[in-house]
């Protein structure tokens, strides 16, 4: 039986997407990338915003054009909120499973695919019921260096705009013995980077026994894993506490990048979206993480054209974020989610204003991106080496950059003698490229490997300000032999990044 996955919306979705394929290679599937070679089609919904249903249904139609045949199912937050308007628009032609069934996706697609090969079920509970966190787990993580491990599910904060509570339901925590459990297996393939994920993911252990809480986690995390670097995905402002920053400026091997959503810069429209705490409250938090951790890469969110925002608040909140010491911004424009509390209030701009709203706070945050990689110019750090490709082939293709978009490889050749370029990026989320040279001196040569942990110098930008270039501690040359690895032959699923 061959599977084929596609995943769009959030981290958590794209390690629930790697869990679930995993689930399909367990009994004896094959992943492949193309619709019409597939038997079961499943695709992981979001609708964190309109547009993120939109693309969702997209997704759902296209398996079903290319493929007529297969068994098309469709899961995740659009299913478990959306199914109704799934099924007008669409029709009964697929399984939907909603986030309550979602550790039981695989076996229901292949129940589906066998004997009379059924091509239309629901599958959706009352998510608001569940009370255990899903027993969703990867142990294939293939060949990569960066792995996102959720530990968290739900919320229960009901920010007047956000839908995520009704499609993920209230707060569940794993355990920590289990997580430290999934971090052993991780590590034994070979990865080296591990991303702390979660919906609420700063609510983390308060529905646990004893309560233990994120911090109580990390501190487990990194001292029992001494060698593998720990990231965190994103944490609420006040979840930010002295002594968390105390223990993440003074841990080695605790990521120095935290991503802090501040959704506006006007008091009036933070009440309204129920986020709270007040702009001053958040820029206390921001100016306590650069006097703790002066290095650090910090991002924010920052959603416009909500209905109480008018241009005075808009510019409110540029005004607010132009100050603010941040190194990157993600803006979105406003969606009405209906079932949420804004969905009833009167909107003071059009959706073309929302999105204009939101193209300069982009342009202010690409200001903030530039400023922060400038800012660490002369910079020795450590960084994982996450790609290695040759110079020829890079110069022609694009590589992501993280949650800040794509950058271009281009340029003039760094050195006459490049080989190849290692991908890399350090402790504090900047991509650097590290030429590999040919022929370095003996002595001084570091055989290039993926997943290897290097000490690097950055040194520039390249002329657009896209990509930052740097130098190796000792040149890296190209790997004399393929290093033996124990990871599992898996085959990634594709993963297609959408608002969150």
């Known amino acids: 039986m061959q599977v084929a996955l596609r995943t769009l919306g959030c981290k958590v979705n794209q390690f629930e997407t790697q869990a679930i394929a995993e689930q399909f290679q367990e009994q004896g599937c094959i992943l492949v990338h193309d619709f019409e070679t597939a038997d079961i089609i499943l695709i992981n919904t979001c609708t964190v915003t309109a547009k993120a249903a939109y693309q969702s249904r997209q997704a759902i139609n296209r398996a079903l054009r290319e493929n007529p045949e297969a068994i098309v199912a469709a899961t995740g937050c659009y299913v478990q909120v959306g199914s109704t308007e799934i099924?007008?628009?669409?029709?009964?032609?697929?399984?939907?499973?909603?986030?309550?069934?979602?550790?039981?996706?695989?076996?229901?697609?292949?129940?589906?695919?066998?004997?009379?090969?059924?091509?239309?079920?629901?599958?959706?509970?009352?998510?608001?019921?569940?009370?255990?966190?899903?027993?969703?787990?990867?142990?294939?993580?293939?060949?990569?260096a960066r792995v996102y491990l959720k530990v968290q599910d739900g919320c229960n904060a009901f920010c007047s705009y956000c839908i995520v509570p009704y499609a993920r339901g209230r707060s569940r925590s794993m355990p920590v013995e289990e997580v430290v459990k999934q971090v052993e297996l991780l590590r034994d393939h070979g990865v080296r980077e591990i991303v702390i994920t979660g919906i609420h993911v700063g609510a983390y252990g308060a529905d646990l026994p004893e309560n233990p809480d994120l911090l109580r986690l990390f501190i487990r995390l990194c001292s029992g894993f001494p060698d593998l670097w720990f990231r965190l995905s994103s944490i609420e402002p006040a979840e930010l506490t002295g002594d968390f920053l105390d223990f993440a400026a003074s841990t080695e091997n605790f990521c120095h990048h935290l991503h802090v959503p501040l959704q506006s810069g006007s008091g009036k429209v933070l009440r309204a979206m129920k986020r709270g705490y007040t702009p001053e409250e958040y820029r206390a938090t921001i100016l306590k993480i650069v006097?703790?951790?002066?290095?650090?890469?910090?991002?924010?969110?920052?959603?416009?054209?909500?209905?109480?925002?008018?241009?005075?608040?808009?510019?409110?909140?540029?005004?607010?974020?132009?100050?603010?010491?941040?190194?990157?911004?993600?803006?979105?424009?406003?969606?009405?989610?209906?079932?949420?509390?804004?969905?009833?209030?009167?909107?003071?701009?059009?959706?073309?204003?929302?999105?204009?709203?939101?193209?300069?706070?982009?342009?202010?945050g690409e200001e903030k991106r530039i400023a922060f990689y400038r800012q660490n110019l002369g910079g020795t750090m450590p960084a994982i080496v996450e790609q290695v490709k040759e110079w020829g082939q890079a110069k022609k293709e694009t590589t992501g950059n993280g949650d800040e978009g794509k950058t271009q490889i281009a340029g003039a050749e760094p050195v006459s003698e490049t080989k190849a370029v290692a991908i890399c990026r350090t402790s504090n989320y900047i991509p650097v490229m590290v030429p590999v040279t040919e022929n370095p001196a003996k002595n001084l040569a570091a055989p290039v490997q993926k997943n290897r942990i290097i000490t690097l110098t950055i040194e520039r930008l390249d002329e657009n300000n896209n990509m930052v270039w740097g130098q190796a501690k000792k040149p890296l040359s190209p790997a004399r032999s393929k290093a033996r690895s124990n990871r599992a032959n898996t085959t990634p699923c594709q993963t297609r990044i959408t608002e969150d």
């Open 291 to 364: 006097e703790k951790m002066p290095d650090a890469c910090i991002g924010t969110d920052v959603l416009t054209g909500f209905p109480a925002e008018g241009v005075e608040e808009f510019m409110e909140t540029v005004n607010f974020l132009k100050d603010l010491p941040v190194s990157y911004v993600h803006a979105f424009p406003y969606s009405r989610r209906p079932g949420t509390e804004a969905s009833g209030f009167n909107s003071l701009s059009t959706k073309k204003e929302a999105a204009r709203r939101a193209a300069l706070i982009r342009e202010i």
């Open 87 to 144: 099924v007008d628009r669409i029709g009964p032609r697929i399984l939907m499973i909603g986030n309550d069934m979602k550790a039981e996706a695989a076996s229901i697609c292949l129940f589906a695919a066998s004997g009379t090969k059924t091509n239309f079920g629901i599958y959706i509970g009352e998510i608001r019921n569940m009370l255990r966190i899903a027993p969703l787990k990867i142990s294939m993580p293939g060949s990569r």
